[in-house]
T-cell receptor, first 115, second 117 residues
Framework: GAVVSQHPSWVICKSGTSVKIECRSL??????MFWYRQFPKQSLMLMAT?????????EQGVEKDKFLINHASLTLSTLTVTSAHPEDSSFYIC???????????FGSGTQLSVL | AQTVTQSQPEMSVQEAETVTLSCTYD???????LFWYKQPPSRQMILVIR??????QNATENRFSVNFQKAAKSFSLKISDSQLGDAAMYFC??????????????FGKGTHLIIQP
């Protein structure tokens, strides 16, 4: 199956700093990339949807100025957590979509810990 | 808004036995997809099975099968001949069939499946 490479898999940062997470679709072109957040022992919650070349659409309650999403190409989407705080500590997962009603492919996730 | 409900936070089954995980959902759409995902301790999301709502036939993948009841908005997962490797969190998920922009998945809270050797 198709592969979505997500990096880094684990990052620790100081409060107030910014962290960038990358997701690359290695053998397909992701027209759409979804970003999810998963707190410990909880389910995945959709944060935002990004389409190549256009602005991301954020779910209610997700701060677009804090979670910057860039989808500049069909193979790369990035999530930047700006001015991270301890409450942003979570597991972040991306998921790429080939076509509107095709299958989704998940990255391996990034554990962010903010001290 | 769509909601997905998994009423079993945890299930336990003996190895080689059969177990059924429950899922109900709420939607006003007529066309949509339903999924079961497995999340082992590595936290990699693994697709177990997918069902298109317009298909009456229940999806099957080897030891995994679903019981899709569209009118009841129920989508249960049956795992036959349970194996130790099946131990994981299982998430039921819903996705609208999109005629325009793509929609993300709505997940249930998950069921932790324990396999007793």
């Amino acid at each position: 199956g198709a592969v979505v490479s997500q990096h880094p898999s684990w990052v620790i940062c100081k409060s107030g700093t910014s962290v960038k997470i990358e997701c690359r679709s290695l053998d397909f072109q992701a027209t759409t990339m979804f970003w999810y957040r998963q707190f410990p022992k909880q389910s995945l919650m959709l944060m935002a949807t990004s389409n190549e070349g256009s602005k991301a659409t954020y779910e209610q309650g997700v701060e677009k100025d804090k979670f910057l999403i860039n989808h500049a190409s069909l193979t790369l989407s990035t999530l930047t957590v700006t001015s991270a705080h301890p409450e942003d500590s979570s597991f972040y997962i991306c998921s790429g979509l080939i076509g509107v009603n095709e299958k989704l492919f998940f990255g391996s996730g990034t554990q962010l810990s903010v001290l | 808004a769509q909601t997905v409900t998994q009423s079993q936070p945890e299930m336990s089954v003996q190895e080689a036995e059969t177990v059924t995980l429950s899922c109900t959902y709420d939607t006003s759409e007529s066309d949509y997809y339903l999924f079961w995902y497995k999340q082992p301790p590595s936290r990699q999301m693994i697709l177990v099975i997918r069902q298109e709502a317009y298909k009456q036939q229940n999806a099957t993948e080897n030891r995994f099968s679903v019981n899709f009841q569209k009118a009841a908005k129920s989508f249960s997962l049956k795992i036959s001949d349970s194996q130790l490797g099946d131990a994981a969190m299982y998430f039921c998920a819903y996705r609208a069939y999109s005629g325009g922009g793509a929609d993300g998945l709505t997940f249930g809270k998950g069921t932790h499946l324990i396999i007793q050797p």
